[in-house]
């Protein structure tokens, strides 16, 4: 058993205080909001995780799980302590660091012992040198570190499974000895292990989330193609995620890619690379794509309605995918404001994510179930691929709805069913 602090306990910092509570460490969650720390001291979790819930509540029954917002709370009792506070976008699309710097200060202001210094957080590559400067700069005493860098790969909607079924663990430190003590933490996991440099650990983050997202901005280039040429990208991608060498997943065409991670890591690439000298023209047509394709949709909505101003339109989801209540560059936030600006008048319902999004827009109607959101609509539109939306009762949608059209972004429902149904049905990239 290790003793760990975790600095900073969001989606990713909290899912790894209790994974690596529930493998047997004592682990302390810090968090400078103080609200957050008292609910989740009283097992409340702060985020919609899928089994996060119970791990949670079993963590603190046994006393290997406990929460503060004081680093002199968690940091002087830890060998290890682990940074996951955000690194949202700056102004120009980089990645603004003042909370991993303001992570790597308190921990040095609060540091009794040697510590290994764990960076979970995604950070632009070097930053791992920043965090040793400035805890050497801020230490009171002269206690050795190190830095390691540990990026996580989880999902948000899986977060608890993917952390505890890794399909690789990557440590990356200028202390080789550091970085597998690090693994060692995680032994009871099984996983593929790789130790390398700093650097390249930092690069592999940013390089996986910006392939991942490349290949969703690919199909639906696809997708564009596709409905010029009368062909069925879903199928397409069928076929070509039959070939080992592409592999199936990520190349559902749609709406795109939103979240806190792929907008924000492929621009804050783009940027690092333009910093450094390098025009990254494949991440710039990555990111201009999946922007398009909000904007897709709603023009799918206009000329099938024949004009958006008056009309009414249902959104069926609103966080950025499903099993999550994260709205974070949602693409749902885009196509709303579309709509509002076009002079439609905009209801939506989604399974968990309607109390966040509350909190930051009320120029929508929010609903209790899908069967609400169609009363009276002139067009629904699935901006979230949430499983119960598969299974509605389409007659009944049909009956209740002013103008039976539905624009699948996510192409949940198959075509011809939906045609047979008597709807006027678009997906995305589907003749
Ligand atoms: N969310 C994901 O799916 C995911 C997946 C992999 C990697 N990441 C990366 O992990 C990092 C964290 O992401 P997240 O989604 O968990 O963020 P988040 O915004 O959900 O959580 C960050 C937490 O850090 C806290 N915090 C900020 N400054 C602090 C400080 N100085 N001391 C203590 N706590 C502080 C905040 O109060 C918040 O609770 C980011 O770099 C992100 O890119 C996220």
């Known amino acids: 058993m290790s003793s760990v602090a975790v600095v900073g306990t969001g989606y990713v910092g909290l899912t790894t205080a209790v994974c690596l509570a529930d493998i ?78 303001q992570a790597a200060k308190g ?28 805890v050497g700069e801020n230490l009171r005493d002269e206690i050795p570190f190190s830095v390691v860098s540990n990026p996580e790969f989880l999902r948000e909607g899986s977060a608890i499974y993917d952390f505890m079924h890794p399909d690789r663990l990557v440590f990356g430190s200028h202390d080789e000895s550091a970085a597998r003590a690090v693994a060692g933490l995680y032994s009871k996991l099984e996983a593929r292990i790789l130790i390398t440099d700093l650097h390249t650990a930092e690069m592999i983050k940013y390089a996986s989330n910006a392939f991942l997202a490349t290949r969703i901005s690919f199909i639906n280039e696809m997708a564009r193609i596709c409905e010029r040429v009368d062909a069925d990208v879903k199928v397409v991608s069928e076929g070509m995620g039959m070939d080992r060498r592409i592999g199936p997943l990520f190349l559902d065409a749609g709406i795109g890619y939103g979240g806190s991670c792929f907008p924000k890591d492929v621009k804050a690439l783009a940027r690092m690379a333009e910093t450094m000298g390098y025009h990254p023209e494949l991440l710039d047509a990555v990111m201009e794509i999946n922007l398009d394709q909000r904007t897709l949709v709603v023009e799918k909505l206009r000329e099938v309605l024949g004009g958006l101003r008056g009309q009414l339109i249902g959104l069926l989801g609103l966080s950025y995918k499903p099993n999550t209540d994260d709205v974070r560059e949602a693409p749902s936030i885009d196509v709303i404001e579309n709509l509002l600006q076009k002079g439609a008048t905009v209801r939506a319902y989604d399974p968990k994510a309607m109390p966040v999004l509350k909190a930051q827009m009320n120029s929508i109607e929010y609903c209790r179930d899908p069967y609400a959101v169609a009363t009276g609509v002139d067009a629904l539109l699935v901006v979230t691929e949430w499983d119960e939306f598969r299974h509605l009762d389409l007659d009944r949608l049909k009956s209740l709805m002013r103008r039976p059209v539905i624009v699948d972004g996510r192409n949940i429902f198959d075509p011809k069913t939906m045609r047979d149904r008597g709807f006027v049905y678009r997906g995305v990239g589907r003749s």
């Open 24 to 101: 047997g460490h004592q682990v302390t969650g810090v968090d400078i909001d103080e609200a957050k720390v008292a609910r989740m001291a009283r097992g409340e979790p702060t985020i919609y995780e899928p089994g996060l819930d119970e791990l949670m509540g079993q963590a603190l029954k046994t006393g290997l799980l406990r929460f503060t917002s004081d680093y002199s709370q968690a940091i002087p009792g830890a060998d290890f302590v682990f940074i996951a506070v955000g690194t949202p976008p700056g102004r120009r699309g980089e990645a603004d660091l003042v909370y991993v710097k």
């Open 107 to 134: 921990i040095a202001a609060a540091m009794k012992k040697t510590v290994t210094i764990v960076n979970k957080s995604t950070v632009p590559i070097g930053t791992g040198n920043i965090v040793a400067r400035i």
